[in-house]
């Protein structure tokens, strides 16, 4: 069954869209100001979404990488840490080049604006943006994780949990979104009272806090489970980033198992913060009528007809 993955060797989408992802949310620091306007000097409160200071792209993105490398302690003659920074740095690029419109909305967080209609706009559309791309990349998706467990003898639950994990971070968001317009609504609502402001910017801030320290550590929980079956089977440093046939023998299976159990316990936790309606809506991707599925189930039909 070797080749079905040797059909999928480019480098996943969904991973660099949820790395973006996480750099959008740390762009959410809301404060209030109190301006001084005309000869009476009369104070007026304005709103500001993001920080003072921008966050580093790289440098907030390259962070769950580094923390993995050194947590598996991975070792061998043609692996490094920096190595494998420039080579992911380099496929994010890359994701980036392919996707202009991505690129269009991180850079737009640069204009350093004051205008709080133009900051929601740029925290709706590039969180939109992003899990459309995670959306529309499912199937691709899909179809590369079923031909990996075809061809590998890792437990089925482990491909569920992954499935899981991957819509269920497209409903968050989707959710994020629908919380962002209607603070945006509210802000508008009650734009004369402080203490009100106040409140709805608290009440949503709690919120993308708590999403974004779930998400990220669900994400290096499954990066790092991810990073050692990879480092367990690759042969060079690209392995480390392709769909490639993944075997575990009996000594890799206690810290394998430790692994699994911390990506299983943090995507509990993050299925508390996702949305049910967005949840049911979305989980229609998987349904066995889908295009993944359907186009999948071709492919593997042709390959046991021609090999068997």
């Known amino acids: 069954m070797k080749i079905l993955t040797s059909n999928f ?56 990488i580094e923390y993995v490398a050194n947590k598996v302690g991975f070792t061998a003659d043609w692996f490094s840490t920096d190595e494998y920074l420039t080579l992911w740095k380099k496929n994010f690029t890359k994701f980036l080049d392919e996707h202009a419109e991505v690129q269009e909305s991180l850079d737009s967080f640069t204009s350093n604006s004051d205008d709080i209609t133009e900051q929601f706009e740029i925290m709706i559309d590039s ?29 089925l639950e482990l491909y569920n949990l992954y499935n899981l994990s991957y819509i269920e971070k497209i409903s968050a968001i989707r959710s994020l979104v629908g919380d962002l317009m209607r603070l945006r609504s509210m802000l508008h609502l009650v734009r004369s009272d402080e203490r009100k402001i106040k409140n709805e910017l608290a009440k949503f801030e709690n919120k993308t806090n708590t999403l974004s320290k779930s998400l990220t550590q ?31 023998d009996e000594s890799s299976e206690k810290q394998f198992k430790l692994y699994f159990n911390s990506f299983r316990s943090d995507l509990f936790t993050f299925t508390n913060f996702v949305d049910r ?32």
Not at 25 to 47: A, C, D, E, R, V
Not at 221 to 247: C, G, H, M, Q, V
Not at 298 to 303: N, S
């Open 9 to 64: 060797q480019s480098y996943d989408k969904q991973e660099y869209a949820k790395s973006a992802i996480l750099y959008v949310l740390s762009q959410f620091k809301p404060n209030l100001h109190k301006k001084s306007y005309g000869k009476h000097y009369l104070k007026k409160t304005t709103i500001d979404l993001f920080p003072d200071e921008q966050p580093d792209l790289f440098k907030l993105v390259s962070s769950d």
């Open 127 to 155: 969180l939109s943006r992003l899990s459309l791309i995670m959306k529309i990349s499912y199937d691709e998706w899909h179809q590369k994780s079923m031909a990996e467990f075809l061809d590998s003898n890792l437990p």
């Open 218 to 248: 669900l994400s290096r929980s499954e990066l790092t489970l991810k990073f050692y079956l990879r480092s367990k089977n690759a042969k060079n440093l690209d392995d480390l980033f392709k769909t490639i046939p993944l075997k575990l």
């Open 277 to 308: 309606k967005y949840l049911n809506e979305d989980i229609v991707l998987n349904s066995s009528k889908s295009e993944s599925f359907v186009d999948f189930d071709e492919k593997l039909c042709a390959i046991v007809l021609k090999h068997g």
